[in-house]
C-alpha cells in the first residue's frame, strides 16, 4: 500500500518532461528553401526577400522564417526598408519661347544673351525683321540648380479641358550641341465630369547640362506655357517596389446594375501600392477596391480609384498607381457599374521587399527555411547589434548574399494545421487525480487503524 502511494504522489508532483521539451527545427520541417551563397568575408550578410518567400510563409509577419547553417538555425532579423525622405521643394525656372521661322532651326538665327555665371538673360530674333511665328520650342534655363532636377512640371494658358500633346525634351551644355533627355505626354482633358491633367515629365539621366530645349508643336491648339517648375525626388530613395500583375475572375455574387471581380496574390505580400489597367482601349471606370486576408473574412474598402486608358491624338493616357496602408491580404475584389465592360481589367499590386539579416555563424552551407504552421517568431538580438555597431562601421559591416532557386522540402505537409494533444493539460489533470486518490486512500488507512484500535 506504502508502495502505491508513492507511485501516485511521484506521478502529480514529477512532469513529464519528454512532451514538454520542444524538439530542434530542422531545415526539413519547413515547406521550401534557399541556398545562400556568401563571401565568407563577413560576419553579417542581407538579402532582399524573394517573392518566392511571401507566397511560401504562412504568417503575415514572416515569423515562421528561418536562416540555417550545416549544423542549425542562426540568429536573424527581418527588416523593412527605410521610409522615404520629403522631397525637396520644388524651383520656378525661366524661360524664353523659340519661334524661329519656317525653313530654319529652332536655335538658328537668334541672338541669345548669356550673364557671367551662364545664366540666360535674353534671347532675340537676329537679322533682319521676321514675321511673327507660332512658338515651336521653349528654352528653359537650369544653369543656376545645384543638381539635376529629378522632373518638370509645367503650367499653361490657352484653351483648356481639351489638350494633348507629345513632347520632347533636349539638353545641351553650350546651346549649341543638343543630347536627348526626356519624352513625355502632356494633356488637359475633361470628360464624364471627370478632370485629368497630366503635367509632369520625368527626366532622365541625360538632363544634366545647363539648359533644357522643350519641343512645342506651332500654335497647338492655342495652347502656350506660362510656368515652369523643378522638383526632386527624394533624397534617400527606397528599392523599387516589386509588382504583381493579377488576372480576375467573375463575381457571380455582385449586386444588380454591379460588375466585380475577383482576384488572389497567392502570398503575404505587403503590398502599399496599387493600380488598375483597362483591357480595352479608349475606356474609363470608377472602381472601389477591397480585400481581405482569407475566403471567410468580410471584405474591407480599401480605395476607389478612377482607371482610363485613352488614345488622344496619338498620345495613349493611362491612370497613375494608387498607394495604400500596407496590407497582407491575399484576396481581392475589384467592383464598377456593369456598363463599364466585360473584360476583366489588370490588377497591379506593389510591395517594398523585405530585408533578411542573418549572422554568419558556424560552418556553413547556409540556406534559408520558411513555411512551417504554428511556428513562432525566433527571438535573436541582431536588431541590438546593429544599433551599436552599424552607425560606426562605414557600411562595410553587412555584405550582399544571393539567394539560389526554390527548393520544396516538406512542401504542403509543413503548413498543414496539426492538432497537438494536449499532453500537459491531461498530465495535469492526471496528477490531481492521483493527489485526490492518494488523499483518499490515507485518510481510509487512517480511518480503518482508529476503529481497529477501539
Keep these: ?228 517648375k523643378a522638383g526632386y525626388e527624394s533624397e534617400t530613395r527606397t528599392q523599387p517596389r516589386t509588382v504583381l500583375t493579377l488576372t480576375g475572375q467573375p463575381d457571380a455574387s455582385a449586386a444588380a446594375g454591379r460588375a466585380a471581380w475577383l482576384y488572389s496574390s497567392g502570398g503575404l505580400f505587403p503590398v502599399d501600392q496599387l493600380n488598375i489597367r483597362l483591357p480595352e482601349q479608349n475606356s474609363l471606370a470608377e472602381f472601389a477596391v477591397y480585400s481581405r486576408p482569407d475566403a471567410q473574412a468580410v471584405w474591407q474598402r480599401r480605395a476607389t480609384l478612377l482607371a482610363w486608358r485613352l488614345l488622344v491624338n496619338g498620345v495613349n493616357l493611362d491612370n497613375s498607381a494608387l498607394h495604400l496602408p500596407i496590407t497582407t491580404d491575399r484576396f481581392w475584389r475589384l467592383e464598377t457599374e456593369a456598363g463599364a465592360g466585360s473584360k476583366a481589367p489588370s490588377l497591379e499590386l506593389g510591395w517594398l521587399p523585405g530585408q533578411l539579416v542573418f549572422m554568419a555563424q558556424g560552418e556553413g552551407p547556409y540556406s534559408l527555411a520558411y513555411g512551417r504552421a504554428g511556428l513562432q517568431p525566433a527571438r535573436s538580438q541582431v536588431a541590438q547589434l546593429l544599433q551599436a555597431v552599424e552607425p560606426v562601421s562605414g557600411g562595410a559591416l553587412i555584405e550582399t548574399a544571393q539567394a539560389g532557386a526554390q527548393t520544396v522540402l516538406a512542401g504542403d505537409a509543413a503548413l498543414a494545421v496539426k492538432k497537438e494533444i494536449p499532453w500537459r493539460v491531461w498530465l495535469l489533470w492526471a496528477g490531481l487525480i492521483a493527489g485526490v486518490l492518494a488523499a483518499g486512500a490515507m485518510a481510509w488507512k487512517l480511518f480503518q487503524e482508529m476503529k481497529n484500535a477501539r
Design 1 to 228: 500500500m506504502n508502495r502505491l502511494l508513492i507511485l501516485l504522489m511521484l506521478l502529480a508532483a514529477v512532469p513529464c518532461r519528454a512532451a514538454e521539451e520542444a524538439q530542434p527545427l530542422l531545415r526539413e520541417d519547413f515547406a521550401y528553401g534557399m541556398e545562400l551563397a556568401v563571401s565568407g568575408k563577413n560576419a553579417m550578410y542581407s538579402l532582399t526577400l524573394p517573392a518566392e518567400v511571401y507566397k511560401g510563409c504562412a504568417r503575415p509577419d514572416l515569423g515562421d522564417l528561418r536562416v540555417f547553417n550545416a549544423h542549425g538555425p542562426v540568429p536573424h532579423l527581418l527588416r523593412q526598408p527605410k521610409p522615404e525622405q520629403e522631397a525637396r521643394p520644388a524651383h520656378a525656372l525661366p524661360f524664353f519661347p523659340l519661334a524661329a521661322p519656317a525653313g530654319r532651326a529652332q536655335n538658328a538665327g537668334l541672338g541669345i544673351a548669356i550673364g557671367s555665371n551662364g545664366a540666360l538673360i535674353a534671347i532675340s530674333a537676329a537679322g533682319p525683321e521676321q514675321p511673327a511665328q507660332a512658338v515651336a520650342a521653349y528654352l528653359i534655363d537650369i544653369s543656376a540648380l545645384k543638381r539635376r532636377p529629378d522632373w518638370l512640371e509645367l503650367a499653361w494658358q490657352g484653351q483648356s479641358g481639351q489638350f494633348s500633346v507629345s513632347v520632347q525634351v533636349d539638353s545641351s551644355d553650350d546651346l549649341n550641341s543638343w543630347q536627348p533627355a526626356a519624352s513625355a505626354a502632356l494633356a488637359e482633358l475633361s470628360f464624364g465630369g471627370h478632370q485629368l491633367l497630366r503635367n509632369r515629365i520625368e527626366l532622365g539621366q541625360g538632363a544634366a547640362g545647363k539648359y533644357l530645349r522643350l519641343s512645342w508643336p506651332p500654335g497647338k491648339d492655342g495652347v502656350s506655357l506660362n510656368a515652369v
